[in-house]
């Protein structure tokens, strides 16, 4: 079964800087996808980037980018350039696509508050 | 572009009662899926729907639990006889086609608190 880990404690961050969310995950599997998403207290989860397990390259998106290490199994998301309204849970999430088996298997997510 | 809508965003009922949750996709998307997402925790999977195909439900779906989805469009949770351990954030997605690339669209949630 696979599993996604999130152990870090809530995260401060100042305005315009960058930051790094932490995400580990376990799988035999070797095709598989990993996603971010970003849920404010409003509760919905947005869809921010996608990294296939056999893309070679790191996924961005603006100032959304992945750092993937197939070996550690680690994906870690890097927002650049901070702003306010990045204050937000953030969740790491898999899916292993084995036939009809379409879940996403989700961490237990990372407080992300940006200072002023 | 219309995004997944759910209805209500807030149920509070009393424990023993029944509830219905409405899910509406993204208009064109023929996969639906249902999570639950309880204080702290990430959402879970319950079960999701191609077309009107109920393809797989997650062990975490009693048999008080039961969605449908007629005609392959929109999708209902129902939960009968509800227990206070059933509060939670029922969040709907849904996607367009499969696969491992295939981003899942959510809703805003349905917000449910048993007393």
Same mark, same amino acid.
């Given at each position: 079964?696979?599993?996604?880990?999130? +152990?870090?404690?809530?995260?401060?961050?100042?305005?315009?800087?960058?930051? +790094?969310?932490?995400?580990?995950?376990?799988?035999?599997?070797?095709?598989?996808?990993?996603?971010?998403?970003?849920?404010?207290?409003?509760?919905?989860?947005?869809?921010?980037?996608?990294?296939?397990?056999?893309?070679?390259?790191?996924?961005?998106?603006?100032?959304?980018?992945?750092?993937?290490?197939?070996?550690?199994?680690?994906?870690?998301?890097? =927002?650049?350039?901070?702003?306010?309204?990045?204050?937000?849970?953030?969740?790491?999430?898999?899916? =292993?696509? +084995?036939?009809?088996?379409?879940?996403?298997?989700?961490?237990?997510?990372?407080?992300?508050?940006?200072?002023? | 572009?219309?995004?997944?809508?759910?209805?209500?965003?807030?149920?509070?009922?009393?424990?023993?009662?029944?509830?219905?949750?409405?899910?509406?996709?993204?208009?064109?998307?023929?996969?639906?899926?249902?999570?639950?997402?309880?204080?702290?925790?990430?959402?879970?999977?319950?079960?999701?729907?191609?077309?009107?195909?109920?393809?797989?439900?997650?062990?975490?779906?009693?048999?008080?639990?039961?969605?449908?989805?007629?005609?392959?469009?929109?999708?209902?949770?129902?939960?009968?006889?509800?227990?206070?351990?059933?509060?939670?954030?029922?969040?709907?997605?849904?996607?367009?086609?499969?696969?491992?690339?295939?981003?899942?669209?959510?809703?805003?949630?349905?917000?449910?608190?048993?007393?």
């Amino acid at each position: 079964a696979q599993k996604i880990t999130q +152990t870090q404690p809530g995260m401060f961050v100042q305005e315009k800087e960058a930051v +790094t969310l932490d995400c580990t995950y376990d799988t035999s599997d070797q095709s598989y996808g990993l996603f971010w998403y970003k849920q404010p207290s409003s509760g919905e989860m947005i869809f921010l980037i996608y990294q296939g397990s056999y893309d070679e390259q790191n996924a961005t998106e603006g100032r959304y980018s992945l750092n993937f290490q197939k070996a550690r199994k680690s994906a870690n998301l890097v =927002i650049s350039a901070s702003q306010l309204g990045d204050s937000a849970m953030y969740f790491c999430a898999m899916r =292993i696509d +084995t036939g009809a088996n379409s879940k996403l298997t989700f961490g237990k997510g990372i407080t992300l508050s940006v200072r002023p | 572009d219309t995004g997944v809508s759910q209805d209500p965003r807030h149920k509070i009922t009393k424990r023993g009662q029944n509830v219905t949750f409405r899910c509406d996709p993204i208009s064109e998307h023929n996969r639906l899926y249902w999570y639950r997402q309880t204080l702290g925790q990430g959402p879970e999977f319950l079960t999701y729907f191609q077309n009107e195909a109920q393809l797989e439900k997650s062990r975490l779906l009693s048999d008080r639990f039961s969605a449908e989805r007629p005609k392959g469009s929109f999708s209902t949770l129902e939960i009968q006889r509800t227990e206070q351990g059933d509060s939670a954030m029922y969040l709907c997605a849904s996607s367009p086609r499969g696969g491992i690339a295939d981003t899942q669209y959510f809703g805003p949630g349905t917000r449910l608190t048993v007393l």
